[in-house]
């Protein structure tokens, strides 16, 4: 991933200019080379490639690179790079390959035929969002629009993104017509934001220590080692063992660890994860390592509760 550039003016003497910056990408392109067989994948994907720099320069931008199955562009202002998205999805409306796009408005430095900078990771963010056959983008492109093909941006939901320090508004770019009764009702922003107002919190115990997690972006870690925001004791658990975090109004428990984590919720069959992640709901415990074989074994194990804040 690239380095960010938070400021316009960098100090190297390169400077930080506002732009439009798109991904693109092909989706499944893995699975086609086992369906189709090399020849005619790779044949599916080059024409793919060359349909989307075609779509990006007939709209007026630039195609930075392209990187495997996927294309980077540049553009001087957001109508531009939304044309280029909804052309890149209608050349490949009756293809066998599907696409993703995302892109958004930002500061990114330009230097020798490449971009660089918060815009870039944010773009690249956005398109990782988006399901084939979607364009995503941000409040700022929104806000920059003169009009969208087929109807008004649609607000999706505003979303933490990994390296980005505030959330983000993510709206969906309608680009084709859709028959109304079968077109997805997407939700008003009110009912979205009050979906994400309900305040919960999470409690982990471990070892006579309690740590409360609250549904604000709050952020534990649990291991081995005690600078670890809780402490897990049992011997086969990792230094860092695993992060918890509340996202989009639900607690993900996310395992780094070396012998992965059983979650058992009271009166379920256990759910290990390893080097993955899952939802921590109702209450029960995390056993760091190893599957307790009884109630005196889970002693070393981290008891967890969900609960409504202030119940």
Sequence with gaps: MVELAQ??????????TP???????????????????????HQLITDSLTNMRNAVETAGGELLRTVGDAVLARFEDCDTACAAAVAIQEVHRNSPLSVRVGFHWGLAISDRGDVYGNAVNIAA??????????IMTTQE??????????????????????????PLS???????LQNLDTA???????????????????????????????????????GRSDDNTLQAMHTAASRVHATIECKQGKYVLEDISTNGTYVIKNGQPYV??????VTI??????????????????GGAIQFLTRFAGS
């Design 7 to 16: 400021d316009a003016d960098t100090g190297s003497g390169k400077v930080a």
């Design 170 to 176: 993510i709206y969906r770019i309608p680009w084709e």
């Design 272 to 277: 290990f994860v390893h080097r993955d992640s």
């Design 19 to 41: 732009m439009a910056i798109l991904f693109a990408d092909i989706g499944g392109s893995t699975s086609l080379y086992q369906r189709a067989g090399d020849s005619q994948a």
């Design 125 to 134: 963010r956005v398109s990782g969002l988006a399901n084939t056959h979607e």
């Design 184 to 222: 997805t009702q997407v939700a008003t922003s009110r009912e979205l934001h009050g979906r994400r107002t309900v305040n919960l919190e999470l409690e982990l115990c471990s070892a006579g220590k309690t740590v409360v997690l609250q549904s604000n972006g709050q952020k534990c870690t649990i």
């Design 281 to 298: 709901d109702g209450a029960g415990i995390l056993a760091t390592g190893y599957l307790p074989k009884d109630e005196q074994d889970e």
């Design 141 to 166: 492109v929104v806000d920059r629009l003169s009009a969208t093909p087929c109807g008004p941006a649609q607000l999706l939901d505003v979303l933490p993104l990994r390296g980005v320090d505030t």
